[in-house]
């Protein structure tokens, strides 16, 4: 039997949740949120059930450095806008200002990380994205991956 998020106990615990938020942009405006808008219901299921939601996506294809052109920002921005309360956005995918995002969540409240594609481990080989994957479970309790199958629970 296939496990879904209903089957989880996510009150009060910090739920990573690999979302395809890849959306098209023209000069920083998004041009179309439909993968924004189909991440809605996974994203809300976990929140109104008390979950610190932790939203992972990448933008884009940067080559393992930071670049304003494929920052999450206008995503986090138009998340927010969708569900009616700010989302902030970390400055990095894995450094101090994720640690502190992630630690100043609220049960019910979801943030981003800035865009995963930002640090060479997670385009890299196995060994290095293993590295990001044990990096990031320091703070996890929960991993989903609605990346391919937005709004399944």
Same mark, same amino acid.
């Given at each position: 039997?296939?496990?879904?998020?209903?089957?989880?106990?996510?009150?009060?615990?910090?739920?990573?949740v690999r979302?395809?938020?890849?959306?098209?942009?023209?000069?920083?405006?998004?041009?179309?949120d439909g993968r924004i808008r189909a991440s809605l219901p996974t994203l809300k299921n976990l929140a109104d059930r008390g979950a610190r939601?932790?939203?992972?996506?990448h933008l884009g294809r940067p080559k393992g450095t930071p670049e304003a052109k494929h920052s999450l920002a206008p995503a986090a921005l138009r998340l927010g806008e969708l569900l009616g309360s700010q989302v902030p956005l970390a400055a990095d995918v894995c450094g101090t200002s994720a640690q502190e995002t992630? /630690?100043?969540?609220?049960?019910?409240? #979801?943030?981003?990380?800035?865009?995963?594609? %930002?640090?060479?481990?997670?385009?890299?080989?196995?060994?290095a994205r293993?590295?990001?994957?044990?990096?990031? /479970?320091?703070?996890?309790?929960?991993? #989903?991956?609605?990346?391919?199958?937005?709004? %399944?629970?």
């Amino acid at each position: 039997m296939i496990r879904g998020i209903d089957d989880l106990e996510v009150s009060g615990k910090v739920v990573f949740v690999r979302c395809d938020l890849n959306v098209p942009l023209e000069a920083g405006v998004i041009t179309d949120d439909g993968r924004i808008r189909a991440s809605l219901p996974t994203l809300k299921n976990l929140a109104d059930r008390g979950a610190r939601v932790v939203v992972l996506a990448h933008l884009g294809r940067p080559k393992g450095t930071p670049e304003a052109k494929h920052s999450l920002a206008p995503a986090a921005l138009r998340l927010g806008e969708l569900l009616g309360s700010q989302v902030p956005l970390a400055a990095d995918v894995c450094g101090t200002s994720a640690q502190e995002t992630i /630690a100043a969540l609220t049960d019910g409240q #979801i943030a981003m990380l800035e865009n995963v594609r %930002f640090d060479a481990r997670e385009t890299g080989d196995a060994s290095a994205r293993q590295e990001l994957a044990k990096a990031w /479970a320091k703070h996890v309790t929960h991993f #989903i991956s609605d990346k391919f199958c937005p709004g %399944f629970g």
